[in-house]
């Protein structure tokens, strides 16, 4: 019936749903791609949730040295799945319903 639950949230305190995000990425090594995400819009975290990485005035710094500078270049990466180690001061939670995980791993 996909309503039986692995594990047990702290008393008071709600657990948020998992998203499975299947895709195919042929240019990739390995082109099938799964991927599990928490819902983020039902967590309540009372402290900070990210990471400061740079602010706005560093932003802007580096793009007008980048502009002012005659024959400069610029370039940009994305660094997607990257763990900044965001410290927490208290565990989250996320449910995943029995029915989404293989029998051979039960």
Known sequence: DGKRWIGA???????TYAKFVAAYRPEKEDPFRLRITAGGNLVFYPGPTSTKSA??????ILVNSTISTPNARFVTFDLKNFYLNTPMTRPEYLGIPIKNIPQ???
């Open 9 to 15: 949230c702290t008393y008071g305190r709600t657990s």
């Open 55 to 60: 602010d706005l005035t560093t932003v802007k």
């Open 104 to 106: 051979t791993i039960i």
